[in-house]
């Protein structure tokens, strides 16, 4: 017997939300992905980049400006590198401008791009100038590094995906029956956990690095909030520091 025609609109509503999600969550992925990929380029010409800026538009298109590095101190703006705006002394990146621009422009395009978390306004500029922070080379090496300078002895984190990556608890020691000890309360400052929410949320949002770095954990898991748990509280062992 045919399924009545509710039932059918039904089925076909739960699979059209499933391919929307599918997605969603590709989407995501491919903008990290072609991040990375213009990140390496620019790097290999420029190893001191942190950041590209940009002019950017409501037609959701930009004007590529440079590259710029790291700030010296927070009284300084950052060090420009490469301007392209028509800067006399060529320059290794000259010859991929077009790529950077397309690049960053691709990556930026979707509203939901996780790498919308890495622009802020270039507050040494008053008009239409942005900052992208180009992602570590190692994301995982980057999180386990700034959670040991505030907890030393960490081992692992617990991160909560439906809140874009938020470390809910952090693993460190052993507890007095030998299970894992975990802490609830970070001591990192704001904008440490502005920065650990960022690449977490990047890294469980690239497929390759989600299954390498993250995974399930045992199904009597209580989350410290006292909110359901999902699939997507993952455990991440944290890699060795130096």
């Given at each position: 017997?045919?399924p ?7 089925i ?6 499933g391919?929307e999600?599918?997605?969603l969550?590709i989407?995501?992925?491919?903008s990290?992905a ?7 380029k ?27 590095g ?13 301007d392209n ?5 060529e320059?290794?990146l ?5 790529q950077?621009?397309?690049d960053?422009?691709?990556a ?7 790498a ?5 306004r270039?507050s040494?500029s008053?008009?239409n ?12 090496a ?26 809910i608890?952090?693993?460190e020691?052993?507890?007095d029956?030998g299970?894992?000890?975990?802490t ?12 650990l ?12 690095l ?5 995974i ?5 898991y ?8 999902s ?8 890699p060795?520091?130096?």
């Amino acid at each position: 017997m045919k399924p009545a025609a509710h039932e059918q609109l039904a089925i076909l509503c739960e699979q059209r939300e499933g391919l929307e999600a599918e997605r969603l969550r590709i989407e995501k992925a491919y903008s990290l992905a072609v991040l990375d990929h213009i990140t390496a380029k620019i790097r290999a010409a420029c190893p001191e980049a942190v950041y590209v800026t940009f002019a950017y538009y409501s037609s959701r298109t930009l004007d590529l400006h440079g590259v710029r590095g790291a700030q010296p101190s927070p009284l300084e703006t950052c060090l420009e590198l490469w301007d392209n705006r028509g800067g006399e002394d060529e320059h290794p990146l000259d010859h991929i401008a077009d790529q950077i621009e397309n690049d960053v422009e691709t990556a930026l395009a979707p509203y939901t791009s996780p790498a919308w978390a890495s622009v802020h306004r270039n507050s040494a500029s008053d008009g239409n100038s942005w900052l992208l922070e180009l992602p570590p080379a190692d994301r995982a090496a980057s999180v386990a590094e700034l959670v040991r300078e505030y907890h030393p002895e960490a081992t692992a984190v617990v991160v909560d995906g439906r809140a874009a990556g938020r470390v809910i608890a952090i693993q460190e020691g052993v507890a007095d029956d030998g299970t894992p000890a975990r802490t609830t309360r970070p001591r990192w400052s704001s904008t440490s956990d502005t920065v650990l929410t960022r690449l977490l949320g990047q890294i469980a949002a690239l497929p390759a690095l989600a299954d390498r770095h993250l995974i399930p954990l045992p199904g009597d898991y209580l989350h410290p909030y006292g909110v359901s748990t999902s699939d997507q509280v993952r455990l991440m062992p944290l890699p060795p520091t130096a």
